[in-house]
């Protein structure tokens, strides 16, 4: 068995300070590449990880919800560094702005995600960005199609990876296990909430993936530390 950290980060700006929450700022996210970049970390894709049992001591998976046009700043980092992510869509708002959100910041289009890189994995945010545990398990199945016809109908390459909006999903049973039957019974491979530890690869469940929220006020000292430890409390 081995460590596996998920990385999460939201948006990407221009601005070289103040910086904060889901946004961080391009000079101070090309540093945490940097450090992946010179460490030897190897990035995988999730779909890469299908099939495996073993990966190197030193494995990282990074990924990027929303796909906001500012991410296309991340892109440019990660082939810069030769780092693979993963971008997660939440399928309604593309073309548009995050508005489930503060409505301020715009979506890629289908153009541009078709267009990424190979470096870059797509995979599902919902379509349209709900809590999983307010929906009924016909409205949650609705949801996961509606995404299915937008993928097909817009020739999307996308691993059907789910990262949950807000991080939520039912985690009571009996609702638990019915919501990750659906997941099954949808052909959802891998779920994804937040959790802020460290995964040990190959997971335990599939569908309780954790993911370590790197904030925009992470510095590389903060980074390092998350990378090794998760979240802590102090954070």
């Given at each position: 068995?081995?460590?596996?950290?998920?990385?999460?980060?939201?948006?990407?700006?221009?601005?070289?300070?103040?910086?904060?929450?889901?946004?961080?700022?391009?000079?101070?996210?090309?540093?945490?590449?940097?450090?992946l970049s010179?460490?030897?970390?190897?990035?995988?894709?999730?779909?890469?990880?299908?099939?495996?049992?073993k990966?190197?001591?030193?494995?990282?998976?990074?990924?990027?919800?929303?796909?906001?046009?500012?991410?296309?700043?991340?892109?440019?980092?990660?082939?810069?560094?030769?780092?693979?992510?993963?971008?997660?869509?939440?399928?309604?708002?593309?073309?548009k702005?995050?508005?489930?959100?503060?409505?301020?910041?715009?979506?890629?289009?289908?153009?541009?995600?078709?267009?990424?890189?190979?470096?870059?994995?797509?995979?599902?945010?919902?379509?349209?960005?709900?809590?999983?545990?307010?929906?009924?398990?016909?409205?949650?199945?609705?949801?996961?199609?509606?995404?299915?016809?937008?993928?097909?109908?817009?020739?999307?390459?996308?691993?059907?990876?789910?990262?949950?909006?807000?991080?939520?999903?039912?985690?009571?049973?009996?609702?638990?296990?019915?919501?990750?039957?659906?997941?099954?019974?949808?052909?959802?491979?891998?779920?994804?909430?937040?959790?802020n530890?460290?995964?040990?690869?190959?997971?335990?469940?599939?569908?309780?993936?954790?993911?370590?929220?790197?904030?925009?006020?992470?510095?590389?000292?903060?980074?390092?530390?998350?990378?090794?430890?998760?979240?802590?409390?102090?954070?």
């Open positions: 068995m081995a460590r596996l950290p998920i990385l999460m980060y939201h948006n990407v700006s221009e601005a070289k300070t103040n910086s904060h929450g889901l946004t961080i700022s391009k000079e101070l996210l090309e540093r945490h590449f940097q450090y010179e460490n030897n970390f190897t990035t995988f894709h999730l779909g890469e990880l299908e099939g495996l049992n990966i190197p001591q030193k494995s990282i998976v990074i990924t990027f919800d929303d796909v906001t046009v500012n991410q296309q700043m991340a892109v440019e980092l990660l082939q810069k560094y030769n780092l693979k992510a993963t971008f997660f869509i939440p399928f309604a708002y593309v073309g702005t995050d508005e489930w959100n503060q409505g301020k910041e715009p979506i890629m289009t289908y153009d541009q995600l078709r267009n990424l890189p190979e470096n870059i994995e797509l995979g599902l945010h919902s379509y349209s960005h709900p809590k999983y545990s307010d929906l009924s398990e016909a409205e949650i199945v609705n949801d996961f199609q509606k995404c299915f016809e937008v993928i097909e109908g817009n020739g999307l390459n996308v691993h059907y990876s789910l990262a949950y909006p807000y991080g939520n999903y039912p985690k009571k049973e009996p609702l638990k296990s019915q919501f990750q039957k659906l997941l099954i019974q949808n052909g959802i491979k891998m779920g994804l909430r937040i959790g530890g460290i995964n040990v690869f190959p997971f335990k469940n599939p569908y309780e993936i954790k993911r370590i929220d790197i904030k925009g006020e992470d510095n590389l000292l903060r980074f390092r530390i998350k990378l090794r430890f998760g979240k802590l409390k102090l954070f």
